[in-house]
């Protein structure tokens, strides 16, 4: 099927040496101050206390992460870094390089020379339960802002607790030391449960599968459906003076998150309004009406979506998960399909937009036929006149369309001739 594809046929950064219990999840990309290109990942499964490296547990596993730094002339990807973390996201401020991620509290590395050498982990936090695969960074000002997603509550029964996510905006100078808590703001927490009401919920159809509170569901036998949250959060800030919500002194910040509801096409969104004394606090958006909204339109905005906003061209792209058969009756899935009929991940699209609102569809970046195959979570960055995707991909030897066995590398050359 790679006639469909807008992109270079893929190439492989990582491939799973025991598919059947060690999976490859959690792709970031950045590009560093060099402009070679960073790529971290992490692995999960029980087979992965048997790899050399360091380790972490998370939901009772191990798991661990690798960086690669891309060879330019050669195209190959160097491996420079294993960490004791996962949902890794790299990202520079300064002169330095970054990776965060988490095992349960935030935890972070640092490097001074372009990613060839590391410091320890740190960890940011004490005692607290974070989350989010790695998502968009954003640059206002001399500040660097990633969204990471807390847990703060823990009476819930269901597995994951999308219901009681809060997406935290984070903020750190870009010349500070970000390995220290001191320098970062958090903003206020704004855990789903607490806002949004159910049964006041209507006419859009969410929730698609009706749940119990803080208790999941079978949708049909063997396919659980756990309640309605939000997670895996971008950032969005409006630069076109006549968009509804631009904020002309930039201390706004939009939260795109993934909307986890049982259907597809919808992102859930929030805001935040830094203050003059550095605070920062979230809050649902409204529109003219006076109404509060809480979903937006969103191709692919039930699984794991990225966000990058393009100076040149002044548009939004997402690179988002296609679904095509969400409407299938979940017991009449195919055996070997993952999940609920939302959860499908065999195709990654492009789509681009001036307002995060309405997207025009670009293409297909790479798609697979098989059940069990996947390319979906991806990451995008910006390279001159090129979009480099790294996925989080499967071929007939993974386990499933979840649990894959690979990192797979794209570039949409020239993409913004796809703009029309």
Known sequence: MQRYSIADAPTIVFESPDPAEI?????????????????????????????EGPKGIRYGEPTMGKAFIRNESTEEWEHVLDFPFMHARPFTAGRATYILGLTGDLTIVRSDDDGMT??????????????????????????????????????VTSFPPFCVEAPVLMRGHVNADLTLRENWIFASELVFRDIVSIDELDYFGIPFYQTHEGESVEAAPGRKCVPIGWLETNIVQFQDPNHYWYDPSGRTFHLWS???????????????????????TTMLETVPSGKTI???PCPGGQMKFHIVYDDLSSLFWLLSTQATDSMTRAELLPKDRYGLPNNERQRLQLHFSKNCIDWCFAGIVDMVSEVKQSRHYASMVIDGEDLHVLSR???????????????????VRNFRELIY
């Open 23 to 51: 999976y490859c999840y959690s792709p970031g990309s950045a590009r560093l101050h060099n402009g070679r290109l960073i790529a971290t990942l992490d692995l999960g499964g029980k087979g992965v206390t048997k790899m």
């Open 393 to 411: 991909s499967g071929d007939k030897h993974a386990k499933h369309a979840h649990d894959g066995n690979l990192i797979t590398f794209h570039t």
């Open 118 to 155: 590391w410091s320890s982990p740190v960890t940011l936090t004490e005692g607290e339960q974070w989350t989010q695969a790695p998502c968009n960074v954003h640059y206002a000002g001399n500040y660097v802002y990633l969204v990471m997603n807390k847990r703060p509550y823990h009476d």
């Open 258 to 280: 993934r909307a986890h509801t049982g259907g597809t096409g919808y992102a859930a969104i929030a805001k935040v309004v830094e203050h003059e004394d550095g605070s920062m």
């Open 294 to 296: 809480l979903y937006v």
